[in-house]
C-alpha cells in the first residue's frame, strides 16, 4: 500500500476548524501503507510541506512504514523572498535523512552534499 504526500490539509478544513480533520484525514491516507514515497518539491510551500511532514511523522511514528524520497531539486520552486538555497537544501536534507530509500541525480548529490557525486 502507498500513501500519497501530495495530500493537502486545506482540502479538508472548512473555515475555522482547528486542525482535528486535517489530522484525521492524514491518519486515513497512512494507516496501514508499507511505503511513503513523496518527493521534496512541496516542502517549498508552507501548505504542502505541512501535510508531508504530517503524513511522514504519522507513518513512521507506527514503526510499520517505510520512506522513500525523491529530492528533484528544482530551485525556481524555492521562492528566493521565502528561501535562501541553505535553508532549502536543510529542508530537503532534514526529510531525506529520515528515508529509507533517497532517489537523486549526480547533480542533486553534488548539491545536498557539497562534494562530486562520486564521492556522496
Known amino acids: 500500500a502507498f500513501a500519497d504526500c501530495a495530500f493537502d490539509a486545506s482540502s479538508v478544513l472548512g473555515e475555522g476548524d482547528d486542525g482535528?480533520?486535517?489530522?484525521?484525514?492524514?491518519?486515513a491516507v497512512v494507516d496501514g501503507a508499507e511505503w511513503i514515497v513523496c518527493g521534496t518539491l512541496g516542502l517549498a510551500y508552507p501548505s504542502s510541506s505541512e501535510a508531508i511532514r504530517s503524513i511522514v511523522d504519522r507513518a513512521l511514528s507506527g514503526g510499520g512504514a517505510r520512506l522513500c524520497v525523491d529530492v528533484n531539486w528544482r530551485p525556481v520552486f524555492w521562492i528566493e523572498d521565502r528561501w535562501t538555497e541553505s535553508e532549502a537544501r536543510d529542508a530537503v536534507?532534514?526529510?531525506a535523512r529520515r528515508?529509507?530509500?533517497?532517489?537523486?541525480?549526480?547533480?542533486?548529490a553534488e548539491w545536498a552534499f557539497g562534494i562530486?557525486?562520486?564521492e556522496a
Open 116 to 118: 562530486p557525486a562520486r
Open 93 to 95: 536534507l532534514n526529510l
Open 20 to 27: 482535528a480533520k486535517a489530522a484525521a484525514a492524514a491518519e
Open 99 to 108: 528515508a529509507d530509500v533517497v532517489k537523486l541525480t549526480d547533480e542533486e
